[in-house]
């Protein structure tokens, strides 16, 4: 059994479009944010702590599929609940669902790598095999 | 044969993050963009234009489904290339690659729906058949 | 003496840039996000419900004015003070300053304006006299 | 005289909010590219270059002040005008005026610096004097 973290939102005036309802790409600023909180409730270094002692830069997103149920709008309060279901050699699938009290708004499954610099230039990353102390702090 | 549209987009700055490396909820507003950028360059009226005539308000996502190849920085020049491979009764399946140069950076599958509003309050929407005119107008 | 509105916020990841601090556009949005806050903590309905009784979109912006004293980075926790000093005939200034605990990250005055449709095109507004109902609420 | 540079864009649905028009933490987004894209066609070379010749990290701005004239809505065909029309010993004066056709939409001066990490943190950053052969590729 994952951990599951709980990431309470507002949603803004700013975050919805034209037809007054969320314009989707922010969803997956909400996902990004929960994936990130999820590892700093564990205990896991920040990505620029971790980059100095470990090369690490964070877990960009190697796949991503998410579902979206039904429409949110300004003024909702939102919850999103993180958790990762499965720890792969060199990924990890985070799984996210967003609430508005017991209604599903969209849910969304994600497989990540942590990932390092192998040069200068920022185009140059490559995965690594999941650090073990990460994985044990996410337990 | 799908019509396939490309919109080339240059990468900023601010879409990078401390990475140095293109944030990923930016692809999906890319893929919006490829999106719209496609229905206008097929002759669909803008969703302003046919809420009025058809009560229709855009084309929200059901589902999309993203893979991340390769990662991009700022100062790459891109291409979103966009085509509907698949029309249904209530949904359409729109497909957008980001190209740089020869490289392929990301692909991405969306089922999207035509909505209208089924009252005043922002989250009343619901999906209607695809209107016979615009699927003609972008076979 | 106006009213004090304090909205805590958390600096996510992706709201930094490559040089690892917050990109100054998202200041912008959590100003206009203390903004909508501000009035619904005075009991100023939404404007999706104004619309309709009278006709008011939100309040855009005339005029914004932002000076930058200290940068933030991903984790700080912050928090965006807002109080409108001024109302004018037809606008008022609002004011917001973002802290990180004592310390002043950033301050900004903003004019806007109550603002109505004058046609269907979305282009189509004009600023209308301050409504005195939400001036008494914000009093 | 300074040099002008002129970035064409195209206004996005997801650029604009509830009230169909462009949320304007949108312009400081193209404000921001508009600055970049100036130093670009100046030859002056990206950040990351910069950074490993000389720690300059970016640009990052110390005041900023807008006024919106127009409102701006999706489809509409813009032009970000940038200059420097001052340079100063630690800042430069950024001018930006947004135009759709002949109608300006809006304008913005901003005081940005030439900054560079004084430490390992993000925080830790500082105002250098102007580099002399940045003014001269810029002149």
């Not at 790409?25 to 002692?53: I, Y």
Request: aromatic fraction near 10%; glycine fraction near 8%; charged fraction near 25%.
């Amino acid at each position: 059994m994952s951990r599951i973290h709980h990431l309470p939102l507002h949603v803004e005036f700013g975050d919805c479009d034209p037809a007054g309802i969320v314009w989707f790409p922010n969803f997956f600023r909400w996902f990004d944010a929960g994936s990130r909180r999820f590892f700093v409730a564990c205990g896991v270094p920040t990505w620029k702590e971790l980059e100095k002692t470990t090369g690490i830069i964070g877990t960009p997103l190697v796949d991503t599929q998410a579902r979206f149920v039904r429409p949110a709008s300004y003024g909702d309060e939102i919850v999103v609940e993180t958790s990762i279901p499965e720890w792969r050699t060199k990924s990890f699938v985070m799984k996210h669902r967003i609430l508005r009290g017991e209604e599903l708004l969209c849910e969304c499954n994600e497989v990540r790598v942590f990932a390092q610099r192998t040069g200068a230039d920022p185009h140059a990353i490559r995965a690594v095999p999941i650090p073990e102390d990460i994985r044990a702090l996410c337990g």
